[in-house]
T-cell receptor, first 113, second 114 residues
């Protein structure tokens, strides 16, 4: 059974700091991995999607990497801003059994001005 | 933003009453999903659909049923609502185009069962 874990559960950093959020999964038979952002009381916004054959994806100040063999993904945020404060979720899509998606519990990020 | 709407956005209902939540998309995506989000449990898949009239169970499907009679609409029904079904419900869609099966989420429905 696929399990997705995100560490840390919460993180507080000063503005301008570079930071890394971690996501680990137990079954390497994945189709893709997707990072989301969720603001309080809102829906999820897709940030980056990495296919199982890819190693990383970049969008602006965000860079996500994937190491299937070790069951890990990281989301790197450069030069953090107060507007980056949100909960970040990773989600792993299986490549069998209906392509179901399993979510991690998320990392709550607070960037202090 | 992906064209996904959910209705109602908020609902309060009594235990034992039936409730139907609606998800509507304008993207013509093949896959549609219903999730619930609860503190301490994160997002969990209830049911999903891979085409009109084609649906399958997720990890927390007990007490829920779904229907998809048109590509654009995916309905979630609580046959007899219970307090344990108080939650925020999210609909999502995905389709094979470009970054394949990227999921896009609706704004959510907050359901309270009293």
């Amino acid at each position: 059974k696929q399990e997705v874990t995100q560490i840390p559960a919460a993180l507080s950093v000063p503005e301008g700091e570079n930071l890394v959020l971690n996501c680990s999964f137990t079954d390497s038979a994945i189709y893709n991995l997707q990072w989301f952002r969720q603001d309080p009381g809102k829906g999820l916004t897709s940030l980056l999607l990495i296919q199982s054959s890819q190693r990383e994806q970049t969008s602006g100040r965000l860079n996500a990497s994937l190491d299937k063999s070790s069951g890990r993904s990281t989301l790197y945020i450069a030069a953090s801003q107060p507007g980056d404060s949100a909960t970040y979720l990773c989600a792993v899509r299986r490549n069998t059994g209906g392509f179901k998606t399993i979510f991690g519990a998320g990392t709550r990020l607070f960037v202090k001005a | 933003d992906a064209g996904i709407t959910q209705s109602p956005r908020h609902k309060v209902t009594e235990t034992g009453t039936p409730v139907t939540l609606r998800c509507h998309q304008t993207e013509n995506h093949r896959y549609m999903y219903w999730y619930r989000q609860d503190p301490g449990h994160g997002l969990r898949l209830i049911h999903y659909s891979y085409g009109v009239k084609d649906t399958d169970k997720g990890e927390v499907s007990d007490g829920y049923s779904v229907s998809r009679s048109k590509t654009e609409d995916f309905l979630l029904t609580l046959e007899s609502a219970t307090s344990s079904q108080t939650s925020v419900y999210f609909c999502a869609i995905s389709g094979f185009s470009g970054p394949s099966y990227e999921q896009y989420f609706g704004p959510g429905t907050r359901l309270t069962v009293t």
